[in-house]
Nanobody, 115 residues
Framework: QVQLVESGGGLVQAGGSLRLSCAAS????????MGWYRQAPGEERKWVAS???????EYAESVKGRFTLSRDNARNTVYLQMNNLKDDDTAVYYC?????????WGQGTQVTVSS
């Protein structure tokens, strides 16, 4: 069982930046594949970015060049740096972990971009 706790969401003006954090439980964080998803009101949850074990981060086209995913294995934490935020980035952002054949989710953190 892996528990994920997101933080860092909030209200930001268009063009601004936020950094989301996701702290994971467990002693094998370096073996977790990690990712971020988001869900806007009335829409399905969509993939934003992810990183597989030993791989490079990959990004949805809508955030490529603006968002950066990174991980700190010593802190069991994955980050999503979000720059040049747009209205369309408003959503609840969820951290996700794939480990041992199971997909785990955090509770989500709200990001609201105002124009």
């Amino acid at each position: 069982q892996v528990q994920l706790v997101e933080s860092g969401g909030g209200l930001v003006q268009a063009g601004g930046s936020l950094r989301l954090s996701c702290a994971a439980s467990g002693s094998r964080f370096s073996a977790y594949s990690m990712g971020w998803y988001r869900q806007a009101p009335g829409e399905e949850r969509k993939w934003v970015a992810s990183v597989r074990i030993g791989g490079s981060a990959e990004y949805a086209e809508s955030v490529k060049g603006r968002f950066t995913l990174s991980r700190d294995n010593a802190r069991n934490t994955v980050y999503l740096q979000m720059n040049n935020l747009k209205d369309d980035d408003t959503a609840v952002y969820y951290c996700s972990c794939w480990f041992g054949g199971t997909n785990y989710w955090g509770q989500g953190t709200q990001v609201t971009v105002s124009s």
